[in-house]
T-cell receptor, first 113, second 116 residues
Framework: SQTIHQWPATLVQPVGSPLSLECTVE??????LYWYRQAAGRGLQLLFY??????ISSEVPQNLSASRPQDRQFILSSKKLLLSDSGFYLC????????????FGSGTQLSVL | GEDVEQSLFLSVREGDSSVINCTYT??????LYWYKQEPGAGLQLLTY?????DMKQDQRLTVLLNKKDKHLSLRIADTQTGDSAIYFC????????????????FGAGTRLAVHP
């Protein structure tokens, strides 16, 4: 069966520091992968998605970047964090078929101070 | 525009039914989803409905879709304390964004509190 791993679970970083969040998927090959951000009291905002190695699409301009160095690895990064980058970050992969079901990781709570 | 709206809070007594409502804007949406998020965790897909259906039932969950009013609801029968969570409604847009991805739009979530 497929599983998705995301770490760390929580992270406290100072403004201006770098960021690296990692997500890996097991049990499937060539998955579509996604990074979402959930701000308090708001819906999920799609940040990046990837249909394959090295293929990254960005939904919104921002201070973050994403990379996909391996088929089942998706990384969210920043060179210098801003206060506004605080939030709950969720990685997800898409199930097969046309129903676009998304399966989410357990999330990373990022606090930028 | 792209918008999915939900009320932010719902409080119910244990054993009663819960009804969580959602309105969406894209009349061409093909799939609509309900996700559940427990504290500190990721989202878990509860159920989904295809746009040509009016109702879908899955054990204690009943999804009703009113396409004319663009209204989706999730009914949880015999609500238990373990149902306390945030429930997200999402729609799959028919149109594709770059890369051939049918975008999912999520609501802000409804926090369900179940009390004895």
């Amino acid at each position: 069966s497929q599983t998705i791993h995301q770490w760390p679970a929580t992270l406290v970083q100072p403004v201006g520091s770098p960021l690296s969040l990692e997500c890996t998927v097991e049990g499937t090959s060539n998955p579509n992968l996604y990074w979402y951000r959930q701000a308090a009291g708001r819906g999920l905002q799609l940040l990046f998605y990837s249909v394959g190695i090295g293929q990254i699409s960005s939904e919104v301009p921002q201070n973050l970047s994403a990379s996909r160095p391996q088929d089942r690895q998706f990384i969210l990064s920043s060179k210098k964090l801003l206060l506004s980058d605080s939030g709950f970050y969720l990685c997800a992969w898409r199930g097969d078929g046309g129903n676009e079901k998304l399966f989410f990781g357990s999330g990373t709570q990022l606090s930028v101070l | 525009g792209e918008d999915v709206e939900q009320s932010l809070f719902l409080s119910v007594r244990e054993g009663d039914s819960s009804v969580i409502n959602c309105t969406y804007t894209d009349s061409s949406s093909t799939y609509l989803y309900w996700y559940k998020q427990e504290p500190g965790a990721g989202l878990q897909l509860l159920t989904y409905i295809f746009s040509n259906m009016d109702m879908k039932q899955d054990q204690r969950l009943t999804v009703l879709l009113n396409k004319k009013d663009k209204h989706l609801s999730l009914r949880i029968a015999d609500t238990q304390t373990g149902d306390s969570a945030i429930y997200f409604c999402a729609e799959k847009l028919r149109r594709m964004i770059s890369g051939g991805y049918n975008k999912l739009i999520f609501g802000a979530g409804t926090r369900l509190a179940v009390h004895p």
